[in-house]
């Protein structure tokens, strides 16, 4: 989702991707006497696995992926290697999301101009809102499906999404996906084995974030133009609450226990908290500019917010909330036009995308600073991540 990229606003592109830290071992001389070279040995074996003080950081693992609507292409940041892959694809991506126990990736997006690139060209109305102002609308938005062990054989099924579809999640089974059509003030439920939008419900005007609660029963849609949340029930597929929420709200996102979902207002600088139990605004809490993407680490501990900023004057940061006092704990910088927000399983990083530099930051949630950056595609807007597969042997 993007709130003012143009394709005529420049990259700034960081062309060095900070190269992963290399572990220097010294080795230990030889003893004459077989009691010293046994404890030699001992040493040395042993030195791999002593770290120095304060060196105690986890190593990143698994995948990455990007939407890169400038340049029509979707990237894979393997985590483990610190190799960038960008695959072109029919559609300007405007947002993606892996479906665990699947293998597969979602991606929608408007259909690229024919032939040109990703074009990510917006009108004033759209490149506040995370439009696509001069594509083919006509044409009609798309859901692809891709299958993550073969990204380069391109999209195994490319289904019809509505006019402008925005953002894109899939229900606990994998069997269903959500999608928001901006145009249309929809939700498009689109049944994954057969390939067909089986409804749409109604939400508040442009519907842009939306995610589904941990338990699988609601969805809450962020609609920019009305101030409000949408409640989907994800079960009758009906809209069941409509709640007020402040200026330009554009993503949600939900505690790991589903009692409270937070709500970035790009036009208030502001994030607003909502008691899911009484469907209220309980608290607002204020951030950078122009707050886009918020995700909260799986442990309930953080809510990661962030700020791109306006064309005018891009913002390169995220705040850092602090879910127990409620209060910004940390402000990061990151890269120019910061945007969308992943978080690993296991809450020890998370993964922004900046529009502006053609990167993604991977931030450390224990040392609240970012430890590398990737050059992706052109103007990456959504992310998600893959974890790890499971090595032979292991448990789960």
């Given at each position: 989702?993007?709130?003012?990229?143009?394709?005529?606003?420049?990259?700034?592109?960081?062309?060095?991707?900070?190269?992963?830290?290399?572990?220097?071992?010294?080795?230990?001389?030889?003893?004459?006497?077989?009691?010293?070279?046994?404890?030699?040995?001992?040493?040395?074996?042993?030195?791999?696995?002593?770290?120095?003080?304060?060196?105690?950081?986890?190593?990143?693992?698994?995948?990455?992926?990007?939407?890169?609507?400038?340049?029509?292409?979707?990237?894979?940041?393997?985590?483990?290697?610190?190799?960038?892959?960008?695959?072109?694809?029919?559609?300007?991506?405007?947002?993606?999301?892996?479906?665990?126990?699947?293998?597969?990736?979602?991606?929608?997006?408007?259909?690229?101009?024919?032939?040109?690139?990703?074009?990510?060209?917006?009108?004033?109305?759209?490149?506040?809102?995370?439009?696509?102002?001069?594509?083919?609308?006509?044409?009609?938005?798309?859901?692809?499906?891709?299958?993550?062990?073969?990204?380069?054989?391109?999209?195994?099924?490319?289904?019809?999404?509505?006019?402008?579809?925005?953002?894109?999640?899939?229900?606990?089974?994998?069997?269903?996906?959500?999608?928001?059509?901006?145009?249309?003030?929809?939700?498009?439920?689109?049944?994954?084995?057969?390939?067909?939008?089986?409804?749409?419900?109604?939400?508040?005007?442009?519907?842009?974030?939306?995610?589904?609660?941990?338990?699988?029963?609601?969805?809450?849609?962020?609609?920019?133009?009305?101030?409000?949340?949408?409640?989907?029930?994800?079960?009758?597929?009906?809209?069941?609450?409509?709640?007020?929420?402040?200026?330009?709200?554009v993503q949600v996102g939900f505690t790991p226990d589903g009692s409270r979902v937070y709500v970035s207002l790009r036009d208030e600088n502001k994030v607003a908290v909502i008691n899911t139990s009484a469907r209220q605004v309980i608290e607002r809490t204020e951030v950078g500019r122009s707050p886009i993407q918020v995700h909260a680490t799986p442990d309930g501990r953080f809510i990661f917010v962030a700020n791109q900023g306006t064309e005018a004057k891009?913002?390169?940061?995220?705040?850092?909330?602090?879910?127990?006092?409620?209060?910004?704990?940390?402000?990061?910088?990151?890269?120019?036009?910061?945007?969308?927000?992943?978080?690993?399983?296991?809450?020890?990083?998370?993964?922004?995308?900046?529009?502006?530099?053609?990167?993604?930051?991977?931030?450390?949630?224990?040392?609240?600073?970012?430890?590398?950056?990737?050059?992706?595609?052109?103007?990456?807007?959504?992310?998600?991540?893959?974890?790890?597969?499971?090595?032979?042997?292991?448990?789960?």
């Amino acid at each position: 989702m993007t709130d003012f990229e143009d394709k005529t606003v420049r990259n700034y592109r960081s062309n060095n991707a900070v190269a992963p830290a290399v572990e220097n071992r010294s080795g230990i001389s030889r003893r004459t006497t077989l009691l010293a070279l046994m404890a030699a040995t001992a040493v040395a074996a042993a030195a791999p696995l002593v770290k120095p003080a304060g060196a105690a950081e986890p190593v990143a693992s698994g995948f990455v992926y990007t939407a890169d609507e400038e340049d029509g292409s979707i990237s894979r940041i393997d985590l483990s290697t610190g190799k960038v892959e960008t695959f072109p694809v029919a559609i300007a991506p405007h947002n993606v999301q892996f479906v665990p126990g699947t293998g597969r990736l979602l991606a929608v997006g408007a259909p690229r101009p024919a032939g040109g690139e990703g074009g990510s060209g917006h009108s004033d109305d759209h490149s506040k809102t995370g439009g696509m102002g001069e594509m083919d609308m006509d044409a009609g938005g798309k859901l692809i499906v891709l299958d993550t062990a073969n990204l380069a054989s391109g999209p195994i099924a490319s289904i019809p999404a509505g006019a402008h579809p925005a953002h894109v999640i899939a229900d606990p089974d994998g069997n269903r996906a959500f999608v928001t059509d901006s145009e249309h003030n929809v939700v498009s439920v689109i049944d994954l084995t057969n390939g067909a939008v089986i409804a749409t419900v109604p939400t508040g005007d442009y519907p842009h974030g939306l995610r589904m609660s941990p338990d699988g029963r609601f969805i809450y849609v962020a609609n920019v133009k009305d101030r409000t949340v949408s409640v989907l029930d994800a079960v009758k597929l009906t809209e069941v609450a409509r709640i007020k929420v402040g200026q330009a709200p554009v993503q949600v996102g939900f505690t790991p226990d589903g009692s409270r979902v937070y709500v970035s207002l790009r036009d208030e600088n502001k994030v607003a908290v909502i008691n899911t139990s009484a469907r209220q605004v309980i608290e607002r809490t204020e951030v950078g500019r122009s707050p886009i993407q918020v995700h909260a680490t799986p442990d309930g501990r953080f809510i990661f917010v962030a700020n791109q900023g306006t064309e005018a004057k891009p913002n390169d940061t995220v705040s850092v909330i602090d879910v127990a006092s409620g209060k910004v704990a940390k402000t990061i910088r990151t890269g120019l036009g910061a945007h969308g927000v992943a978080v690993s399983n296991d809450s020890a990083f998370v993964f922004v995308t900046n529009i502006l530099d053609g990167t993604v930051s991977l931030i450390s949630v224990k040392n609240q600073s970012v430890l590398q950056s990737y050059v992706v595609g052109k103007g990456p807007n959504g992310i998600t991540f893959q974890a790890p597969l499971p090595t032979p042997g292991s448990a789960g």
